[in-house]
């Protein structure tokens, strides 16, 4: 007999809120790729989203690990 999963978050407020701050400065212009921030300007929501995910995996967020 299988075992469902119970529902829950799957990221936390803090990822949330990296999240938010990235998509602000992206919509800015200010938000930058690379190691520093020394690589180009971030032109894509998708990239936003992973450059914060990033942020919040370093900071200790509940983010779920990378795949691949």
């Known amino acids: 007999m299988a075992t469902k999963k119970r529902g829950g ?4 407020k803090a990822a949330s809120k990296r999240v938010e701050s990235a998509m602000k400065r992206l919509k800015k212009g200010t ?4 190691k520093g921030g020394k690589g180009g300007k971030v032109k894509s929501r998708e990239q ?3 450059i914060a995910l990033s942020e919040a995996r370093k900071k200790g967020a509940k983010v779920p690990r990378k795949r691949g």
Do not use: M
Request: charged residues 25%.
């Open 48 to 50: 936003a989203i992973a």
């Open 31 to 34: 938000l930058r790729s690379g």
């Open 9 to 12: 978050r799957k990221y936390g």
